[in-house]
């Protein structure tokens, strides 16, 4: 759990290589007060999470060029305390990825807004 109270809107960041998982994902956490960042590119992404801030980051777990494991890693290393949701199409343990909790694809906008509000302390 993020330690440290939220100030403004809920800064999210998605990371998958498929642009309709970013899409869908901000579209349903969109207009509750968050401000949500979308990478498609797990590269781009890799470079994103060791120079800004977030609150909470969905990222998927199979990506090309760079995994949605090592993404986990460059997180818990500059952001330890940001809740980390793995997006994935397989049963995996959190405690494998280094994460708060795992989705499994398909899954519903309840279980999206339910990881927000249990992982991210409210300002």
Known sequence: MNCEATKGPVRILIVDDEP???YAISLILKGKHHAIKTLS???EAASYVVTNNFDIAFVDLRMPHVSG???VELIRSKHPSVPVVIVASRSISPVDVAADRVLLKPFG???LRKAV???VVAA
Do not use: G, N, T
């Open 20 to 22: 309709s998982v970013c």
């Open 41 to 43: 590119d797990p590269l």
């Open 69 to 71: 494991s090592r993404i």
């Open 109 to 111: 906008a309840e279980e």
């Open 117 to 119: 509000s249990e992982l």
